[in-house]
């Protein structure tokens, strides 16, 4: 069992979760994640490690309720208990001293970034890290980001905070601006990565994605985190999360990320009607 020490509500929709894990504490490096089941009930999911503790043996989680899940995870309270906690799994973020890196955010992605944030900076990096959120209430970590990173952009997509738009507006002005990074990394939904990759793409820029491909075991067993990464069949789990952002096939991995989508419909009703206190039949 794996004891929360920590909880707090980042935003109306996603928390941050101190959890006591010595183990994965010691062994873990930036870009890895862990496997969670909440309960005996529960579906195994993974959440990036996006910081850890060796001497006080704690990691730490954010994560985005976005399901069942994730639902079940944020109305965990202090002192209560993780069942199983599978870590650190992934190969760790490549690092080396690139020059200039800029690291791209979004959604949830920006805790995920934090990390490799740190990690590129200590290779000696100048990092330009670019976040971006729907509006001024969903942007998470800023002044963590702001120590981490060498500069931090930040935009939202109604204008309410930072830069109106997207970040990667924010990427092609530096660009055209001439100040064009040695190495990109993207971190966030699909649609956002691939937006990324394709901008970099006519210029070159090494770009590295971390995919949020759907896990089940973590250990290259079942299959579901199956993308193909320049025509040859990769396993997210033990290849990855981290890909060259130009080779990946993201038309395939979009259709795959929805091939669950009514059963965790399903599962959030049964889920939501449960804790409204309704007799829910198995
Ligand atoms: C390596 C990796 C690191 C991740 N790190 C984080 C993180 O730090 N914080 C965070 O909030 N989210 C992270 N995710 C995504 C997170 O795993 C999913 O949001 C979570 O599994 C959703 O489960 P759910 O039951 O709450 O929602 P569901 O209703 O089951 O799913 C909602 C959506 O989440 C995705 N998803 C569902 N199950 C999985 C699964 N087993 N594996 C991956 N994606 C899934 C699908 O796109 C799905 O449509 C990460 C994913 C990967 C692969
Ligand atoms: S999660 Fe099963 S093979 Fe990767």
């Not at 997509?157 to 990394?185: C, F, K, M, Q």
């Not at 250990?219 to 290849?239: L, P």
Request: glycine share 10%; aromatic share 6%.
């Amino acid at each position: 069992m794996y004891r929360i020490i920590e909880k707090k509500k980042l935003t109306p929709e996603s928390v941050f979760l101190r959890v006591e894990a010595p183990r994965i504490a010691r062994r873990r490096r930036a870009g890895q994640f862990v496997i969670l089941r909440i309960d005996e009930t529960g579906e195994r999911f993974p959440l990036t490690i996006v910081d850890s503790d060796p001497e006080e043996g704690t990691i730490t989680l954010v994560a985005q309720e976005v399901g069942t899940s994730t639902k079940k995870l944020g109305r965990l309270k202090e002192g209560d208990s993780i069942l199983d906690v599978t870590g650190p799994l992934g190969h760790p973020t490549e690092a080396e001293n690139w020059g200039r890196v800029a690291c791209l955010a979004g959604g949830i992605g920006v805790a995920e970034v934090l990390p490799v944030v740190k990690e590129i900076r200590a290779a000696g990096n100048f990092t330009q890290a670019i976040i971006g959120a729907r509006n001024q209430d969903l942007v998470i970590l800023e002044d963590e980001l702001r120590e981490a990173a060498n500069e931090l952009y930040i935009t939202t997509d109604d204008g309410s905070y930072g830069r109106h738009g997207l970040v990667t507006e924010v990427l092609h002005d530096l660009i055209n601006d001439g100040a064009i990074p040695d190495r990109v990394y993207a971190i966030g939904p699909l649609p956002m990565m691939r937006a990324v990759a394709d901008l970099t793409r006519p210029y070159d820029i090494p770009t590295i994605v971390s995919l949020n491909a759907l896990m089940v075991d973590g250990t290259g067993m079942c299959g579901s985190c199956r993308v193909t990464v320049g025509g040859e069949t990769k396993f997210t789990c033990v290849d990855g999360p981290d890909f060259d952002g130009h080779q990946v096939d993201f038309e395939e991995l979009g259709k795959r990320q929805k091939i669950y989508i009514p059963q965790e419909k399903c599962s959030l009703e049964r889920f939501e009607l449960s804790a409204s206190g309704a007799n829910v039949k198995e």
